[in-house]
């Protein structure tokens, strides 16, 4: 009997694996088993390596989902990986090795999200400091969920995970679209990532895309749509 189709979902920055939850009631309705997984959000070499042991421990084919900043993450994790069959970016970074997720942001103008912030600054174990990002919370319904209801994005903006800014700037060292099948959802009202920069990334990735004028939380604003995506991805991967 053979081993069923595993969909694994990498959420970003300021987010958390709730922010997939009508994605997830779409795939498990299709028969789809999914997980969330948690992105620990400090490096995209320690976060590959965090998710790189949920792929291990699942048996079986998978297509592998990633948004935002989830996207350099799944493109190191996946790498070398044969049961990854697909790979879906949702309003995501596909870095090529050498590129962080700051320099990709920073490539075409339209981004809001620094004057947005409200870092944090900690001293580590080692005595070293280290700083948090989070979004303020009273700018993060415009900023990061615009098209999500004013409520809905209030208790994401209390229960957004904060993302270390040293993540943003390490470079990638792998990139998994290079041979692996890529659907890509480019959000044309995002205020995160711009739209040029997503556009330039799919292209450069030749990843089947889809435009949506939505914000950054497309999968909470749009989580038919990004289901959708996902399905194409496993009909079209898996036999």
Known sequence: MAVPLTIILEHGAFADGSSWNGVIADLRAGGY?????????????????????????VEGPKIVVGHSYGGNVISQAATNDPEVKALVYVAAFLPAPGESALELTNKYPGSTLPGTLDPVTYQ???????TDLYIQQDKFHHQFAADVPARQAALMAAGQRPIAQAALEEKATSAAWKTKPGWDIVTTEDLNIPVAVQRFMAKRAH???T????????????????????????RATVR
């Not at 580590?124 to 280290?130: I, L, R, V, W």
């Not at 435009?211 to 496993?234: G, M, Y």
């Open 33 to 57: 088993p999914v997980i969330a997984a948690a992105n620990p959000l400090r490096g995209p070499a320690s976060d590959a390596a965090a998710l790189r042991t949920v792929l291990d421990h």
């Open 124 to 130: 580590q174990a080692d005595g070293s400091t280290a």
């Open 207 to 209: 990843a089947h895309t």
């Open 211 to 234: 435009e949506v004028a939505a914000s950054h939380s497309v999968a909470v604003s749009h989580p038919h749509l990004v289901a959708d995506v996902i399905e194409r991805a496993a």
